[in-house]
């Protein structure tokens, strides 16, 4: 390489960038920087990720945007206690019960607040060209023996070999904070090689490498991290000589791996989390650990049904969601039913309910509506109050004061769905007016009952007695009544589509649109006639599959 080239390589590496930052380390321009020279060109400086996560943090919060898309109900005290450790620049430990987003939370700090990097490409430990020593770099440049000065990794010997054969021409791609999340699900078969790395025998037999050369080295968890966040998923289930292994990664920034004489600088920082139970009284976290991940935040399950919902309708995964609708009474019945359920002393609160338990009983619940009536009857997947039977499958909790039996927890379950759902059909009866709840009851006194079911067709578009709009049509009142309050829970629906928009959440599975074929107003038909039945006193009685004048 000439006197020139190597002139060139010293001055980017002295000289202030030529370039204006839309965030962090990153040059305005930046997607048409894709080779080596062209960093070079431009004396490109990379950001640590410290800078990166605090950077861009503080320039939301100037903007007023939302850190963490996706992060519901956290906003008045988990949120603000991250904040202020990214913008301390700590490494974390998130503290709560399962189902309470903590691993979501690592992954949004990864999405949101990292910012695109050059990397050579083809490398998986996210190599920045421009973080090799200088000396080193030109020596690559100018196909010569590097001098290592300090035995430090900088960059893999794939990297290096890249950067000999293709010089300034080297290919990068600028790579996401997305794609820099690395995630470890503690179990016991992790072991210390797969965090810190280890020496490869295989590559000693293919390639020849002498035991201790950089070029036997496999990278672990904590380098293949780099640049980016590393987030550790039930930090007390690894073992202590495991929990050992990042006690240098968190004090200095650095690790070694055995005998190996390299030091390792990953730029990389820790999420953790961990359950109440092993954080506060089985002391499986050893006190150098605890002591060295520098904030413990305390994460907590939605404290408000509203929160709940908006969690519910996000997280939700509706495989066909054009022909499914799910009403905002069942959403919510979900949420009381859920959030109950957290609080109820037959259940154990140490291990808590999660809200996945909200997720895939709404899941079921459009799963439940398919099978029962959509595949067959050919209309849209609108859950009903019948359908509630389905999530006893998805409700996961143990029992505190009685025996832990599925039986006693179908039973309970049973009972916590019968108030939920008493709850929310009272609430809309009680917005009917005496006149027409008094015209209902002299309608059942003449037509007997109203049959429902899974298998009833809203609407059949044939000639039927028993499909919900054909026996609306014989009580005038009770479709009054069912119109009536049709028309409130549309204005609900509405308001829930807004919220979800406002939180940037899609709402295909909440809109109402004109082809329900009649499922909408049978689901709220059931609402209806399940809140006459709990006014007090009370109109109707169920017995079975049909509804009718309470004796």
């Known amino acids: 390489m000439s006197s020139k080239m190597e002139d060139a390589v010293r001055r980017s590496y002295s000289a202030k960038p030529k370039y204006g930052e839309l965030m962090p380390g990153v040059p305005e321009d930046y997607k048409q920087l894709k080779t080596l020279g062209d960093l070079l060109k431009i004396n490109y400086k990379h950001a640590s990720v410290e800078a990166q996560l605090r950077g861009n943090l503080v320039a939301k919060l100037k903007k007023g945007e939302h850190p963490y898309p996706g992060i519901i109900g956290y906003e008045d005290d988990v949120i603000p206690a991250i904040n202020r450790a990214i913008l301390s620049g700590h490494d974390l430990l998130l503290v709560g019960q399962i189902g309470q987003a903590k691993t979501k939370m690592a992954e949004a700090m990864a999405h949101n607040l990292l910012s695109p990097i050059p990397v050579v490409r083809g490398t998986v430990t996210s190599d920045i060209p421009t973080t090799i020593p200088e000396d080193q770099l030109v020596a690559l440049l100018s196909e010569s023996e590097i001098v290592r000065t300090q035995p430090e990794f900088s960059v893999s010997p794939e990297c290096e070999d890249i950067i000999r054969k293709d010089k300034l021409e080297t290919k990068i791609d600028w790579i996401s904070g997305k794609d820099r999340f690395k995630y470890i699900l503690s179990t016991p078969d992790i072991s210390v090689k797969d965090l810190v790395g280890q020496i490869d025998a295989i590559k000693i037999a293919k ?5 201790y050369s950089i070029e036997s080295y496999s990278a672990g968890q904590l380098l293949q991290a780099r640049h980016g966040i590393l987030c550790i998923d039930e ?5 202590p000589r495991k929990q050992v292994s990042l006690l240098s990664v968190l004090q200095e920034g650095k690790f070694t791996t055995g005998a190996y004489p390299v030091v390792f600088k990953p730029d990389v920082k820790i999420v953790a989390t961990a359950n109440p139970i092993d954080y506060t009284h089985s002391g499986k976290i050893i006190e150098p650990l605890f002591d060295r991940l520098r904030s413990h935040v305390d994460t907590h399950y939605p404290k408000t049904v509203p929160d709940e919902m908006m969690i519910i309708v996000q997280e939700s995964k509706i ?12 959403v919510q019945a979900i949420a009381k039913i859920v959030q109950t359920a957290r609080t109820h002393s037959d259940i154990n609160q140490d291990k808590g309910v999660s809200v996945r338990m909200s997720v895939h009983s709404t899941e079921l619940m459009v799963g439940e509506a398919e099978r029962t009536r959509s595949i067959t009857l ?6 009903r109050f019948c359908d509630f039977s389905c999530i006893h499958q998805s409700s996961k909790f143990e029992l505190a004061e009685m025996e832990d039996t599925r039986e006693n ?5 049973n009972i916590i769905v019968e108030a939920a759902l008493k709850e929310i059909s009272l609430e809309y009866v009680q917005k009917l007016s005496p006149d027409n709840i008094a015209k209902v009851k002299s309608e059942f006194a003449k037509n007997k009952a109203f049959q429902v ?11 039927s007695d028993s499909d919900y709009e054909s026996q609306l049509s014989r009580f005038p009142g009770l479709r009054q009544a069912v119109n009536e309050t049709a028309g409130t829970i549309k204005e609900e629906q509405k308001q829930l589509v807004e919220q979800a928009k406002r939180l940037g959440i899609r709402t295909d599975v909440i809109a109402i649109s004109p ?12 609402v209806v006639l399940e809140g006459l039945r709990h006014i007090q006193p009370p109109l109707l009685d169920r017995k079975d599959n049909s509804y009718g004048l309470a004796q």
């Open 453 to 463: 079911s899974q298998t009833l067709a809203g609407s059949s578009g044939k000639k």
């Open 207 to 211: 390639k020849g490498v002498e035991l």
């Open 515 to 526: 082809e329900l074929n009649g499922e909408f107003t049978a689901s709220v038909a059931e």
């Open 409 to 413: 927890r179908r039973n309970l379950l």
């Open 319 to 330: 495989a066909d969601p054009q022909n499914a609708m799910l009403p905002v009474f069942i």
């Open 378 to 383: 050919g209309v849209k997947a609108i859950p």
């Open 235 to 239: 930090l007390p289930v690894l073992d």
